[in-house]
């Protein structure tokens, strides 16, 4: 079993930059195949990113269109800890954001109810 934490939300202006961590506990780490979630207000949790364990394509990163290009997923299993930078902050990125883990993979890096466990999130604010 693993526990997660998240940190580094708050509020920033349009354009800006953010840096989120998730520190899990446990020995097991790099086993786990780690994602990034958000849900805003009214609509249901979204996709965001996610990155393999490092036995399987080696730490093989995903993204959700949305973010491409602005976002990046990393992990670094000495600390247990998995960061997602984001830069060109828009409002529409606005939610809270979770961090979630599963082992063994079980497919569909992008669904919710492949992973399971989560942290409790944390507030991410662009204003315009």
């Known amino acids: 079993q693993v526990q997660l934490v998240e940190s580094g939300g708050g509020l920033v202006q349009a354009g800006g930059s953010l840096r989120l961590s998730c520190a899990a506990s446990?020995?097991?780490?790099?086993?786990?195949?780690m994602g990034w979630f958000r849900q805003a207000p009214g609509k249901e949790r979204e996709f965001v990113a996610a990155i393999s364990w490092n036995g399987w394509s080696g730490g093989r990163t995903y993204y959700a269109d949305s973010v491409k290009d602005r976002f990046t997923i990393s992990r670094d299993n000495a600390k247990n800890t998995m960061y997602l930078q984001m830069n060109s902050l828009k409002p529409e990125d606005t939610a809270v954001y979770y961090c979630?883990?599963?082992?063994?993979?079980?497919?569909?890096?992008?669904?919710?109810?492949?992973?399971?466990?989560w942290g409790q999130g944390t507030q991410v604010t662009v204003s315009s």
């Open positions: 979630a883990a599963v082992t063994p993979y079980r497919g569909s890096y992008y669904l919710p109810h492949n992973y399971d466990y």
């Open positions: 446990g020995r097991t780490f790099s086993t786990y195949t």
